[in-house]
Each structure stands twice: as C-alpha cells, then as structure tokens.
C-alpha cells in the first residue's frame, strides 16, 4: 500500500502556500506599479493641459494646419503649434523653441472645433479625451 507521510503532506502544503504567498505579493506590486504609473500619466497630462490654459501665454486659436494646431500668444506676441510627434505631444514657439509636453504616447490626435481643442491621446493604454476652450485670434480682429 503507497501513501504519503504526514510529514510528505506538510511538506507539499508548505510548498504550495508559500508559492501562492510569492504571487500574490508579485501581482499585488504589479497592480499597485500600474496605479502609479497611471496616476503620474494623469499628473503629466494635468500639467500639459495647464501650460496650455497658462495666463503667461493667454493662448489664442489661429487655425490648424499639417497636423498641427497653431496658436498666437499676445503676452508673448509670438506663434506657437501644437502637435503630436512621435510619442511626444509637444509645442514649439518660433524664438522659444521645442517644448514637450506629454511623454510616451501611444498615439494621439489633434482637433480644434470652435472653440474646443480635443485631445484624444492614448498615454500608456490608457484613454484620454480632453477638451480644452480657446478664444480664436480671428473672432477679435
């Protein structure tokens, strides 16, 4: 007659917990790394969104062009354009220079529709859809 020992039993029982015991602490860091990661996403694009509503640059809508938005800032009585490039959505001014403001796109698209800039970006497989209100340049001239 086969059978296992008690000692075989605890054995294997102790084997078993402690592997259950590694991957749960393994998947509960995974799970609390992805929160982390979306909350700084989250973070990144506040801070874009921001920069673009700034009072120091009082954006205004021009027209959009090549994939790019363009803006006019009046404070700083200088051009910007807004577009994605590559996993970056940055912004350039023509005496400022390249200023990124999200980093690792997935992808994205820019769309104005008086007078909403929508953003949907996708940062990290995660979803975004902002909409952000602009005066338009023309509308005061």
């Known amino acids: 007659m086969a059978a296992f020992t008690l000692v ?13 015991f590694l991957l749960t602490g393994f998947l509960s860091n995974r799970r609390k790394e992805g929160s982390v990661s979306q909350r700084t996403d989250h973070f990144q694009l506040v801070a874009a969104i921001a920069c673009l509503q700034s009072d120091q640059l009082n954006l205004e ?3 959009s062009e090549g994939g790019q938005i363009l803006f006019y800032s ?19 001014g023509k005496r400022e220079g390249y200023m990124p403001l999200l980093f690792n796109l997935d992808s994205g698209k820019l769309s104005f529709c008086a007078p909403y800039l ?5 940062l990290n497989g995660v979803k975004y859809h902002e909409k952000i209100a602009f005066r ?6």
Do not use: C, H, W
């Not at 404070?75 to 350039?92: C, N, P, W």
């Not at 929508?118 to 996708?122: G, V």
């Open 74 to 92: 009046p404070e700083k009585q200088m051009d910007y354009s807004l577009k994605v490039s590559g996993d970056r959505l940055v912004m350039f």
């Open 118 to 122: 929508k953003m949907n970006l996708i």
């Open 136 to 141: 338009s340049a023309e509308s005061e001239e």
């Open 61 to 63: 809508y021009r027209k």
């Open 8 to 20: 075989e039993t605890i054995i294997s029982l102790s084997v078993s917990l402690l592997a259950i």
